[in-house]
């Protein structure tokens, strides 16, 4: 993998060690996203405001996300959601999220892109 276009596509990471609640809120916005995506390439009903956890059911009930996943994911949301509102996330949290963020988003554009 190139690694100019890892850094443009999980710039979350740049920024990690400097400050974890914005490298966690940067990977949600990208979490959200990907999640968006991966509905939309499903052809699923989503409505425009549709919070991430409303995404994650949405993908569960609809079989795209089995169980295990939807779990994960809720809970590293959970995580994110915490960091965003500016709480004081765990630092081994934080690293936990940051280290499964690049390669969860990765399976997620696998994901999207099976179905282009």
């Keep these: ?28 916005i990208e979490l959200e996203k990907r999640l968006r ?15 991430t956890g409303n995404l994650l059911n949405i993908l569960g009930h609809a079989d795209v996300l ?5 779990s994960v994911l809720a809970d590293m949301v959970g995580l994110l959601n915490s960091a965003v509102h500016g709480a004081t996330v765990d630092p081994r949290a934080a690293s936990w999220a940051i280290e499964v963020g ?15």
């Design 102 to 116: 690049s390669p969860l988003l990765k399976t997620l554009d696998d994901r999207i892109s099976e179905n282009r």
């Design 37 to 51: 995506q991966l509905a939309m390439s499903r052809n699923l009903k989503i409505q425009k405001a549709a919070s």
């Design 1 to 28: 993998m190139d690694t100019t276009r890892k850094a443009e596509e999980y710039s979350f990471e740049l920024v990690a060690e400097r400050d974890p609640n914005l490298a966690l809120a940067g990977l949600r």
């Design 66 to 70: 089995n169980p295990d996943e939807r």
